[in-house]
T-cell receptor, first 114, second 113 residues
């Protein structure tokens, strides 16, 4: 089955600086890579996703890059703000293989220092 | 309606009780999922229903029993749970069995005493 590794487990950055979270996956058949933000006591919320036919995707301050050859993908948050503080999960799946769940990384606790 | 609705939001049950968690979506999604999330851990997949048929059961103990009465509803029946089953139970749905575009419900916080 798929295995997703995520680093770092905790990331503290100054407000206004950039944050980068990295994930690697094991199953070369995986082709869908979403990122979720989860605030304490709340549901995971999709913030951005990328499919394997694209190398990079951007949405305002958030961007995701994908390197299929190396089997890794990264989340980039620029101009961080206090409301970006949360736990971020990367995930991978192979939707083309039929209904499938997401395999999550262990999460990164992002702390934005004022 | 763009939400997945879960009830109840909180549940406390004894180890001899029988209870059910409910999940509902009206987005026309044809795949629905149950995940279990312990504190400070990622969600772990339990069950997948695709077009109302159980397609994945991730070796979950039989004290958890899923049911999909129709394409909009998903239940999780609980019986003889253990304290270590206390967790946040998340329901999710996606438009098709392609898995893109997951939407998570707010979850049920379950405590087994």
């Amino acid at each position: 089955g798929e295995n997703v590794e995520q680093h770092p487990s905790t990331l503290s950055v100054q407000e206004g600086d950039s944050a980068v979270i990295k994930c690697t996956y094991s199953d070369s058949a995986s082709n869908y890579f979403p990122w979720y933000k989860q605030e304490l006591g709340k549901r995971p919320q999709l913030i951005i996703d990328i499919r394997s036919n694209v190398g990079e995707k951007k949405d305002q301050r958030i961007a995701v890059t994908l390197n299929k050859t190396a089997k890794h993908f990264s989340l980039h948050i620029t101009e961080t703000q206090p409301e970006d503080s949360a736990v971020y999960f990367c995930a991978a799946s192979n939707p083309g293989g039929g209904a499938d769940g997401l395999t999550f990384g262990k999460g990164t606790h992002l702390i934005i220092q004022p | 309606d763009t939400e997945v609705t879960q009830t109840p939001k909180h549940l406390v049950m004894g180890m001899t009780n029988k209870k059910s968690l409910k999940c509902e979506q009206h987005m026309g999604h044809r795949a629905m999922y149950w995940y279990k999330q312990k504190a400070k851990k990622p969600p772990e997949l339990m069950f997948v229903y695709s077009y109302e048929k159980l397609s994945i059961n991730e070796s979950v103990p039989s004290r958890f029993s899923p049911e999909c009465p129709n394409s909009s509803l998903l239940n999780l029946h609980l019986h003889a749970l253990q304290p270590e089953d206390s967790a946040l139970y998340l329901c999710a749905s996606s438009p098709s069995d392609r898995g893109y575009g997951y939407t998570f419900g707010s979850g049920t916080r379950l405590t087994v005493v």
